[in-house]
């Protein structure tokens, strides 16, 4: 492993331990859920936007999940607080990969997948 690949796995550790957002958002514009039966891991997205109903004022998550999913969310939720809703919804999946910024197996794609399936299933219930 070199040092960028260690310098990115203590970064997920440490949203691990102490994840970024991860509260209860009163209020919330839109919710989405993401489950992978396989391991347990379930994430719950709430996201509030603004007046003009495209800015992300507060994006939160819950729920429980391995590292991977769990330092995801927390990274994910950092990146999307002041995004346009109009953009988020152009990006791909393999964003997660970016964030999270370590190789991740095959048995783990769907756990660093969580919490963009979570948001995208909101976006989708939103329907806007």
């Not at 964003?95 to 997948?113: E, Q």
């Amino acid at each position: 492993m070199n040092f960028e690949e260690e310098l990115y796995r203590e970064n997920i550790m440490e949203h691990y331990r102490h994840p970024h957002n991860r509260v209860a958002l009163p209020n919330a514009t839109f919710q989405g859920v993401g489950k992978n039966a396989n391991c347990g891991d379930n994430l719950i997205f709430s996201v509030r936007l603004d007046e003009t109903g495209d800015i992300i004022e507060e994006v939160t998550f819950q729920g429980d999940g391995c590292a991977i999913s769990l330092a995801g969310a927390s990274l994910f939720t950092d990146k999307l607080k002041g995004m346009k809703l109009s953009e988020v919804k152009l990006m791909a999946p393999g964003i997660m990969y970016s964030l999270l910024g370590v190789p991740i197996s095959h048995t783990r794609t769907r756990c660093a997948l969580l919490p963009y399936e979570a948001l995208s299933d909101g976006i989708t219930k939103y329907g806007k």
